[in-house]
């Protein structure tokens, strides 16, 4: 069964590729062009989701799909990641694993890897937090290997002030980022 987040997230992921929404009570797909807004989904995106995942289930689909939102919300049903272009696409929860159709079938070029793929709203604080630990730990595995290759005396090394630094440029960039956001 897939969660209401993650059938929120494989139409976002299409919307941003260009899909569209059908709702057949409106006869006419509906396109959102601004999918993501900042770190978190737009606000008419939101809405098109809230009022899907509530009145009209039963109704809307991706188009190029065949499986009502309903549907995909039911326990049938799986979303797993498509093995042509990555993106997430749904499947039957019973029987062999192969999408059904990925919405991927219609679209000219794709995937294109000169393009950013589609993806989920980011959080920019806890991703540069999480560069700066990669960052670090590379730092520390790197100063590993070089102290198996130079003798300890060779070189003057603080593994505080490493440490320090770290932690400075950690701050500094945090505060950029929220800055900018907040422009």
Not at 106 to 133: E, G, Q, R, Y
Request: hydrophobic content about 35%.
């Amino acid at each position: 069964m897939a969660s209401r987040t993650l059938v929120k997230n494989y139409l976002a992921q299409w919307m941003q590729m260009g899909k569209t929404v059908s709702l057949s009570t409106q006869n006419k797909p509906v396109h959102i062009h601004k999918i993501l807004q900042g770190e978190r989904y737009s606000t008419p995106f939101n809405n098109l989701w809230s009022e899907i995942s509530t009145n009209k289930a039963q109704e809307a689909y991706l188009s190029g799909t065949s499986q009502t939102i309903s549907d995909l919300l039911s326990n049938q049903w799986e979303i797993i990641a498509c093995a042509r272009c990555n993106l997430l696409v749904p499947t039957l929860g019973v029987g062999p694993r192969t999408p059904v159709c990925c919405p991927c079938d219609d679209l000219p070029n794709h995937p294109n890897l000169d393009l950013v793929s589609p993806h989920v709203p980011v959080k920019l604080a806890t991703h540069m937090d999480a560069l700066c630990d990669r960052l670090a730990q590379n730092s520390t595995d790197q100063e590993d290997q070089e102290s198996n290759v130079i003798p300890p005396n060779a070189t003057y090394s603080s593994e505080e002030e490493d440490a320090q630094t770290i932690h400075n440029l950690r701050d500094s960039v945090l505060k950029l980022v929220k800055s900018s956001v907040e422009i």
